[in-house]
């Protein structure tokens, strides 16, 4: 296996969309979106990843979802996400749990 050419090749969910990798100083972090959730898994190499564990969302109502999504690590060590929402909209998000979890408004 060509290692720069493939790096999961497998996932419960039916597709990983819009990727989104920061790492925290130790580690690898990357989300993505599958059917209006968000997932996470990480990696010390960015080779080997954890399996995906999905992540809680709050603050949107009801209809609305994450479409893409783009996550930064301030320099205070905190998550900041800008998503795209089904709706046209884009919403901010704060994690301050290294992205288990994550408020949107």
Known sequence: MDKA???????NTPIMMSPTVVHDGTQFIMWYNSGGNIYKRTSIDCYTW????KTTVTGLTSGKYVFHLDVYLSGDGRLEMLAALNTNRLAYGLSL????SWVLE
Not at 50 to 53: F, G, I, L
């Open 5 to 11: 050419s493939i790096v999961i090749t497998s996932s």
């Open 97 to 100: 749990d290294g992205g288990d």
């Open 50 to 53: 954890s399996d995906e564990v």
